[in-house]
């Protein structure tokens, strides 16, 4: 949008060679070094260790938990988030901003804290609900439910915060329009704001996906570590790491990145088609 | 992202900020009645047991917890650390910001998408990928495991992305014309930047500094391979809760979850404070 | 268009999900062992099973495993995880459970005394032992950074520490000469890991000079390439671990457990570096100091019944939390004054 101003800071050629070094050295120790390590020791081996690690049932288990877990809580997460979306914008009600407010509280939140909150609310044996729930047959903790929630919990925020944004600067007169033509809310929602939504819910839907997949502490601590039957494939991860199976750790650990980048990648590609301001 | 376009008849556009519509309708009073309870079953009630169960033991839980020594070394490294890795931040995240908008050379798609991996990657696998560089096996001899440098480096990984974030935006929306008529007046390139663009980046800087602090309190999965968790040097506060968790002292884990939900709070409330003098001095 | 097949995908993987969450619960629950035990157990299990499952009454039996620090694993048990055998590091974790109702209170009533496998606490020095470390005493010198787990979470760490202070008696020494020595000890401790595995891979990782545990890991940790030496000190403590049916256990853990006492199963254990119940004849141990005489025995070799008054008694004496009335044990006031 800005065209790169020719008269300011960057048009010293030293400085712009020194921001850059810094900038590209910075990033190259931190970020793209160490993730490189990450690739060259899952294929140290050639294929052998992903294969190996695909032959363990328990690897294999825990990444299908992990997949099953993850499109649960961003289904779940992306209704509730465009619901919550419209209402924040589009209705006054007291306490409006408080909301908006406890939205961002996940993304402040230690996972360890969300699942000691979610443990001493759902627990069978002493938690507020998790008797009554156990005793007709729902048990949140130690089990998928739990899981489920505990990753709601930490994606909650990311949904909101992209289609907030977009719902405030579209603007209320397409929809008025539709509705003073007859359209009902639903078929106001459908054919007018969600379309207008749409690539602010995808990034939303990408984001929360790639973070449900690498969701650890909360998990963790909900979850009771079973192997072959609550055991996610983060846990799986530090388990085999300790567990004397490295290059079962790294392969595992590859393929979760590499399917969360995917993510992103799908999002930088789609991003440019939504059309430049 | 789209825009609305003006309404048929020719009329400008209504300015468009939030609500105007003025009650709730019945469906929408459903929707947020539905909406307030899984908001509630989800965030609200656990949160709020978290604090029932630190207060239930009044004061002496906190005391109690506050008086171990090891506790409280925890809560000291993890703060500081949170503090200088967003300082850090600040810096290294408006200059990342900086190139990504103001300075197009070949491969800065590639380094856009780069920033995401922060978030992309689950945090033990972090801890795995920091260990490999700079741990016991490190080729190139930095070995920083069990030090606080670890605790440092794995908090600078893992918030890198959200200062580079809130600022890329306002960048992208900054017009040139103020920094023109600068440059055009004779302001050396140092105070244009001081002076006209910085102020405008400052209320994104810090939304993203509250974001990158509270994010560093929090970690978890990255620093449980690298840290060491040595009680007293290298714990941090996660590590800690979840020691007294696993251990069955649910009071004791309570007390220390809502004393860092209390300081990732101050945190953010600190920083909109600062923020809003900062703006309001320029 | 396109929302409309995106709401179908998120449809279809929802339904998925679901009949992910029935799927698990359709398994036969009476050919399933639940499985919960202590951290160090899950490779040595590994072989058992494998081996279990091609006998007759292992057939077709379905094994479901949690492994973790004792403490917190028997807590979790207590807090409702599934648990049809559980196999911990040391009794007290079991008699948590039988307090809880979960476990039978004659659980002990067998011909093993309720235990399953036994090994002795051995320290663990970095190849070489550089810093020549192979009594107990060499562990309180100066800059001898110790590594052994948290007894709050760990039942190794209960073990090593109980070894500890009874090395001082074993050699004639007071209950104030142990206080004394248990200071300088634990002064000189420079990690606790929450559990044995964890006091493992924080030793491996480069935290410390001599580790504290159980022989058998030092084993399975050299068979599995862990480059360490372990020395056996002169006075140990023979570490009994129970195992234990719950109360609501399937059959399938009754044959598993038999298989376990069994001397199939106790040689399996030996070739991962435990000491068997009982004779199972020559075994050659990959990773122990010498392969084919793996098993020597320490100068003295303290029992928790004989020399401790049992585990009934030592708990509370030596650990107790000082929380519900209960007595501060011995070791946990040394353990809180050293600001560990």
Same mark, same amino acid.
């Given at each position: ?48 260790? $992903? ?32 619901? $919550? ?193 | ?29 459903? /929707? ?52 200088? #890795? ?13 190139? +990504? ?20 990657? &689950? ?13 016991p096996?490190? &080729? ?5 495991q069990n030090t ?20 890329? &935006? ?14 055009? +007046? ?34 978890? /999965?990255?620093?449980? +391979?690298i840290s060491g968790n040595l009680p007293?040097r290298t ?11 696993? /251990? ?7 007390? #220390? ?24 001095? #320029? | ?17 679901? =009949?992910?969450?029935?799927? %698990? ?101 970095k190849?070489?032992? @550089?810093?020549?470390? =192979? ?10 950074g110790i590594v052994t @787990? ?23 020494? %007071? ?14 401790v420079a990690a606790l890991p929450?559990?044995?595995?964890d006091a493992t891979t924080a030793f491996t990782g480069g935290t410390g000079d001599v580790l ?39 059959? %399938? ?8 006492? %069994? ?20 075994? =050659? ?8 005489? @793996?098993?020597?025995? @320490? ?28 007595? =501060? ?12």
């Open positions: 949008m800005s065209s790169p101003s020719t008269t300011v800071a960057t048009s010293s050629p030293v400085v712009k060679w020194v921001l850059r070094l810094v900038v590209v050295a910075y990033l190259f120790l931190l970020l793209v070094w160490p993730t490189w390590f990450l690739v060259k020791n899952t294929f140290a081996n050639g294929m052998t260790g $992903i294969q190996e690690a695909l032959a363990d049932p328990d690897v294999v288990h825990a990444l299908q938990l992990t997949a099953q877990i993850a499109v649960a809580s961003v289904a779940i997460n992306t209704v509730f988030g465009v619901g $919550i979306s419209l209402l924040l914008v589009r209705q006054r009600f007291i306490g409006r901003r408080v909301l908006s407010v406890l939205i961002d509280l996940p993304l402040s939140v230690s996972p360890v804290v969300v699942g000691l909150a979610l443990v001493l609310v759902y627990n069978g044996q002493f938690g507020w609900f998790g008797p009554w729930l156990e005793a007709h047959g729902l048990q949140v903790v130690f089990a998928m439910p739990g899981m489920i929630l505990a990753t709601c919990f930490v994606i909650l925020p990311l949904v909101v915060r992209e289609v907030v944004p977009v719902l405030e600067e579209l603007g209320e007169d397409q929809e008025q329009a539709a509705r003073s033509l007859g359209a009902n809310a639903w078929q106001t929602f459908w054919r007018i704001t969600l379309p207008g939504i749409r690539w602010a819910v995808v990034y939303g839907v990408v984001l929360s996906l790639a973070r449900a997949l690498g969701e650890f502490g909360a998990v963790k601590v909900v979850a009771g570590n079973v192997g072959g039957e609550t055991q996610v494939a983060t846990v799986l991860v530090q388990q085999k790491y300790q567990g004397f199976e490295q290059d079962t750790a790294y392969s595992v650990s590859f393929m979760l990145v590499l399917a969360a980048v995917l993510c992103l990648v799908v999002v930088a590609l789609l991003r440019p088609k939504e059309g430049k301001k | 992202m789209a825009t609305a376009s003006a309404v048929a008849d020719g009329r400008p556009a209504r300015w468009r900020r939030s609500a105007s519509s003025g009650s709730l309708t019945a469906g929408s009073s459903l /929707g947020l009645g539905v909406a307030m309870i899984w908001f509630s079953l989800l965030v609200l009630i656990p949160l709020s047991a978290i604090v029932v169960k630190a207060a239930g033991g009044g004061w002496s839980t906190f005391e109690h917890v506050l008086a171990s020594e090891q506790t409280r070394s925890a809560l000291q490294l993890t703060v500081l650390s949170s503090l200088a #890795v967003t300082a850090v931040n600040m810096v290294m995240g408006t200059m990342i910001a900086w190139m +990504l908008v103001r300075d197009r050379f070949r491969g800065m798609g590639l380094l856009d998408l780069l920033i995401d991996i922060p978030f992309a990657m &689950p945090t033990i696998v972090v801890g795995l990928v920091l260990l490999s560089l700079y741990g096996d490190s &080729p190139i001899g930095v070995q920083i606080r440098w670890a605790v440092l480096l794995a908090m600078a990984f893992v918030t890198l992305p959200f200062i580079v974030r809130t600022v890329q &935006p306002v960048l992208e929306e900054l017009d040139t014309d103020a920094e023109d008529a600068a440059a055009s +007046l004779g302001a050396g390139r140092f105070t244009t930047f001081r002076r006209v663009i910085l102020p405008a980046l400052v209320p994104a800087i810090f939304a993203g500094a509250a974001l990158s602090f509270a994010r560093g309190i929090s970690e978890y /999965g990255s620093l449980l +391979l007293g714990e941090v506060v996660s590590v800690r809760l979840f020691s007294f968790l696993e /251990g069955g002292n649910l009071a004791a884990a309570a007390a #220390v979850a809502t004393l860092m939900l209390v300081v990732a709070l101050l945190a953010i409330v600190t920083l909109d404070v600062v923020q809003r003098r900062v703006a309001r001095r #320029v | 268009m396109k929302t409309t097949i995106k709401v179908a995908a998120v449809a279809a993987a929802g339904v998925l999900a679901l =009949t992910g969450c029935s799927g %698990s619960s359709s398994a036969d629950t009476a050919h399933t062992v639940n499985l919960v035990g202590y951290s160090v157990l899950e490779q040595a299990n590994a072989e058992l099973i494998k081996n279990f499952q091609q006998t007759d009454a292992g057939k077709g039996v379905d094994f479901k495993e949690s492994y973790g620090a004792s403490g917190d694993q028997s807590r979790a048990v207590a807090a409702g995880q599934d648990a049809d055998e559980v196999h911990l590091s040391l009794e007290p974790d079991v008699t948590r459970l039988v307090d809880a109702g979960m476990v039978d209170k004659n659980w002990k009533d067998n011909a093993t005394d309720g235990m399953c496998s036994q090994s002795i606490v051995v320290m663990v020095v190849s070489g032992n @550089p810093k020549h470390i =192979t009594s107990w005493s060499d562990l309180t010198k100066p800059g001898v @787990p948290n007894p709050a979470s760990s039942g190794s760490a209960k073990w090593n520490l109980l070894a500890a202070y009874g090395s001082v008696l074993a050699d004639g020494g %007071s209950a104030a000469d142990a206080d004394k020595y248990m200071k300088a000890f634990f002064n000189n929450d559990s044995g595995r504290l545990s159980y022989e058998n890991e030092a084993i399975l940790a050299r068979q599995n390439g862990t480059d360490f030496d372990y020395v056996i000190p002169d006075s140990s403590i023979l570490i009994q671990n129970p195992c234990a049916l719950t109360t609501d256990a399937s059959k %399938s853990a009754q044959s598993w457990m038999d298989f376990q006492k %069994s001397k199939e199963g106790q040689k399996l254990y030996a070739e991962t570096g435990y000491r068997p119940l009982e004779d199972v004849g020559d075994v =050659t141990v990959e990773g122990a100091n010498d392969p084919s005489n @793996p098993f020597p025995e @320490p100068k003295k070799l303290l029992t928790i019944d004989k020399d401790f008054g049992g585990w009934g008694v030592a708990n509370d004496k030596f650990f107790g939390d000082g929380t519900d009335g209960a007595p =501060t044990g011995i070791l946990t006031k040394i353990q809180s004054e050293a600001g560990q």
